[in-house]
């Protein structure tokens, strides 16, 4: 059964006297043991949301409250509970990676030995032995965000919030980090992920909330949330030579394709009408077929239908504006 760890309020910021309005009006769970992916364009609100879940940041109205009570209200069990992993630069730059990841398992309450250990855990965990004792400031970028990962995952919270994981990371460490995500979550973590990654997050998360211009526009599982897409197939086809006019004629019976190069052309297609189309290109243009490939809806083209329908709501809403004034 879901049980809700943090409920979200109404909640809304406005920044500066009230000329920039950060969020408004947004209400949701975030239940206990859940992924949930929080996802966005660049100013859509996403940290000034997540602050406000962590008490960093004061709602202008609406509350957020953790297993029941106010965040504001307890900000020492937010602060044991909950570990955070900003986009923010870290600040201890002179302390060596394994000093960084120590001292802030002791600022979390951790006993000398215990954080000593997992110390030692993480920096296996995260490969970071080879720079262990190399001070933050010398580090390359990745390296100083696997050394934040570390200072995050210390201590054994019950909350993870990510922003941007996997920033700056080699593929390999990428793969790495979502591995370590998901086994904090299988070992009864609850975590929350920012992210522009849509494709990385489609991996891990269980539900998605799309923000965009301070509004919460969508929250459910990633299925369900596919479901309301387009159901269409897309196909991608590569030809060994320019294909001819023709074929894009002959394909029209199952959609109309889109070319991108004079080699490569897409099409949308229903489940049900792919195989006969994929028999009608072998068997007619099999020789200078070179590869195709065929990709069900994914949670990019979620994001993208989401932020189009959202678009277009906005230019109804001005329309409408505009015509109230002329009129
Ligand atoms: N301290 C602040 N003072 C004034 N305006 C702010 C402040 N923090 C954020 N804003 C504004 O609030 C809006 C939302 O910003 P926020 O940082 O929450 O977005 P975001 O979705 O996290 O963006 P990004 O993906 O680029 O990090 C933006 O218009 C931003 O300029």
Known sequence: MTQALFEIEMVSKTYKNGT??????????????????????????????????????????????????????????????????????????????????????????MKRKAAKDETETLIEELELTEVANKQLKNLSGGQKRLTGLGTTLIGNAKVYIFDEPTNELDPKKRRLVWDIIQKRNRDGATVILVTHNILEAEQVVDRVAVVNHGRLLAINHVGELKDEVDQRLKCEVTTKRSFDNELLEKLKKWGTATTVSDQRFRLLISKE????????????????????????????????????????????EVKSHAAAIDS
């Open 20 to 109: 920039v309005r950060a969020n408004e009006d947004i209400s949701f769970v975030i239940n206990k043991g859940e992924i949930l992916g929080l996802l966005g364009p660049n100013g859509a609100g996403k940290s000034t949301l997540i602050k406000q879940i962590v008490a960093h940041v004061k709602p202008t109205s609406g509350e957020v409250r953790y297993e029941g009570k106010s965040v504001l209200k307890q900000l020492k069990q937010i602060a044991k509970d909950v570990a955070y992993y900003s986009q923010e630069p870290n600040s201890l730059t002179s302390l060596k990676v394994r000093e960084a990841i120590y001292f802030t398992g002791r600022l979390r309450g």
């Open 273 to 316: 009408d792919a195989p006969s189309m994929l028999t009608y290109l072998n068997q007619t243009y099999g020789n200078s077929v070179l590869n195709y490939s065929i990709v069900p809806p994914s949670l990019e083209d979620v994001y993208f239908h989401i932020d189009r329908d959202q678009e277009l709501e906005t230019k109804e």
